[in-house]
Nanobody, 122 residues
């Protein structure tokens, strides 16, 4: 089972940037796709972005397209989420997840990190 550890969350003002990291224990063996999800206060967990380990192909939710960038460093077994021009609507706990198929539904991912909190003030 792949182990995932997120970091990089924090409290920022609207318009600021943050970069989240997700360190993994062995993704090339246990997963093909890495995703970022978030869960805002009182909301369900929602898809943010995903990336395929092999070729780096990425896909984004419409709400973050053009502001967020997902990337991976295969040598470091780490996935990143660069978040620019943050808004209060981006507030939530951000989770990385590992899976085997190109999906946006949380149930298609079989390993999860503990989450990192992002708070954006107006």
């Amino acid at each position: 089972q792949v182990q995932l550890v997120e970091s990089g969350g924090g409290l920022v003002q609207a318009g600021a940037s943050l970069r989240l990291s997700c360190a993994t224990s062995g993704p090339t063996v246990s997963s093909d796709v890495m995703g970022w999800f978030r869960q805002g206060p009182g909301k369900e967990r929602e898809f943010v972005a995903r990336i395929r380990w092999g070729d780096g192909a990425s896909y984004y939710a419409d709400s973050v397209k053009g502001r967020f960038t997902i990337s991976r460093d295969r040598a470091k077994n780490t996935v990143y989420l660069q978040m620019n021009n943050l808004t209060p609507e981006d507030t939530g706990i951000y989770y990385c997840a590992a899976g085997h198929c190109l999906a946006t539904y949380p149930g298609n991912y079989n390993a999860w990190g503990q989450g990192t909190r992002v708070t954006v003030s107006s």
